[in-house]
């Protein structure tokens, strides 16, 4: 069989007949003929047996991308179990690869005898970044939950696009909240500005996402454990998640300050999440050094001077302006009028 042949030991000759299976590959419809042939150049088949067999993980590293050439699999994820079937024909991890994120769900064979085309995530950038779809649906229970579209991130020099992430357009709060703890990035003292999307989320939730259930949905997140895998695996996935949950939560700290100690419900989720972050010895530790590097940036621009080691975790430890001196404008109000009137 071609497809088992090392691709780089493939002919033209070998490389023209897979092109032309590919034609008939639902995944590869969209795609043109010149990466549809760059694609039969790189192509890996990857064969499993046994029904049951886990192809990767919810949170491992995103390292390939699939297409089902044979069989079907089952999409899982934490908390919810079984929400899609893919069939013959259909493809799974792109989303990991382009956003860089860790996978979304687990992927489990529905059948024995399971044939897959891979490609490897170097390959996927280098043929598939600039031509992927922009609009990537992701459906549960055959119901599309995730919608997101393409966007160009204009950072690089001279405002060129550098990269391309995908971004929500729509979708349930709960998934939403998902993806964007999903691709919350770990690898910081906490003084990075806010993602837009964290923060238009944060900002807006309240028209879609009552704070009540903004707060049940992150505790649920908080408390997730891994129901496969290893010991040193499921630790592993338990405390990044909690950092990453209390990372989004410190960022809607950031947002409103000592507004959010308005609202009763979230007042008291807080205060109870605090407790049973102060618990966590581990995860307590990481997060005062956070908060002092925080405090430590905040002496040096504007010369504040206590700065405690010993300091206790708070939500509110950066908050400076007292809650009775945080006010919603009115029309009423001398600064809402304009000058002159």
């Given amino acids: 069989?071609?497809?088992?042949?090392?691709?780089?030991?493939?002919?033209?000759?070998?490389?023209?007949?897979?092109?032309?299976?590919?034609?008939?590959?639902?995944?590869?419809?969209?795609?043109?003929?010149?990466?549809?042939?760059?694609?039969?150049?790189?192509?890996?088949?990857?064969?499993?047996?046994?029904?049951?067999?886990?192809?990767?993980?919810?949170?491992?590293?995103?390292?390939?991308?699939?297409?089902?050439?044979?069989?079907?699999?089952?999409?899982?994820?934490?908390?919810?179990?079984?929400?899609?079937?893919?069939?013959?024909?259909?493809?799974?991890?792109?989303?990991a690869l382009l956003n860089d994120a860790p996978r979304a769900a687990t992927i489990i064979l529905r059948e024995d005898n399971c044939h897959f085309l891979r490609v490897d995530k170097q390959d996927f950038i280098r043929i598939l970044k600039d031509v992927e779809a922009n609009t990537v649906r992701l459906e549960e229970h055959g119901k599309t939950v995730l919608v997101l579209e393409k966007s160009a991130d204009c950072n690089g020099q001279g405002g060129a696009a550098a990269n391309s992430k995908y971004t929500v357009m729509s979708g349930t709060p709960e998934k939403i909240l998902e993806h964007l703890l999903d691709t919350l990035k770990l690898d910081s003292n906490g003084n990075d500005p806010i993602d837009p999307c964290v923060s238009d989320f944060l900002l807006t939730h309240k028209v879609f996402m009552p704070s009540s259930q903004l707060c049940s949905a992150l505790q649920h997140h908080y408390q997730a454990e891994l129901s496969k895998g290893s010991d040193q695996e499921k630790t592993a996935y338990i405390f990044n998640t909690k950092q990453k949950v209390v990372k989004l939560i410190a960022q809607w700290v950031a947002l409103f300050g000592l507004l959010l100690k308005e609202d009763p419900e979230v007042g008291d989720f807080l205060e109870k999440l605090k407790n049973e972050v102060a618990a966590d010895y581990r995860l307590s530790s990481i997060?005062?050094?956070?908060?002092?590097?925080?405090?430590?940036?905040?002496?040096?621009?504007?010369?504040?001077?206590?700065?405690?080691?010993?300091?206790?975790?708070?939500?509110?430890?950066?908050?400076?302006?007292?809650?009775?001196?945080?006010?919603?404008?009115?029309?009423?109000d001398k600064g809402a009028q304009r000058s002159g009137s």
């Fill in 287 to 332: 997060l005062k050094e956070q908060f002092r590097e925080r405090r430590r940036t905040k002496v040096m621009e504007n010369g504040y001077q206590s700065l405690s080691r010993n300091q206790q975790f708070d939500w509110f430890s950066s908050c400076e302006e007292p809650v009775g001196r945080l006010q919603p404008i009115k029309a009423q």
């Fill in 1 to 95: 069989m071609i497809l088992r042949k090392c691709p780089s030991q493939r002919s033209a000759e070998d490389i023209e007949v897979i092109y032309e299976e590919l034609l008939h590959v639902k995944a590869a419809a969209h795609l043109s003929s010149s990466v549809r042939k760059e694609l039969a150049a790189v192509l890996v088949f990857e064969s499993h047996v046994k029904s049951g067999t886990v192809l990767f993980s919810q949170g491992d590293k995103g390292t390939s991308w699939y297409i089902i050439w044979k069989g079907s699999v089952n999409v899982i994820t934490h908390g919810k179990g079984i929400v899609t079937t893919l069939h013959e024909g259909e493809d799974f991890g792109q989303l």
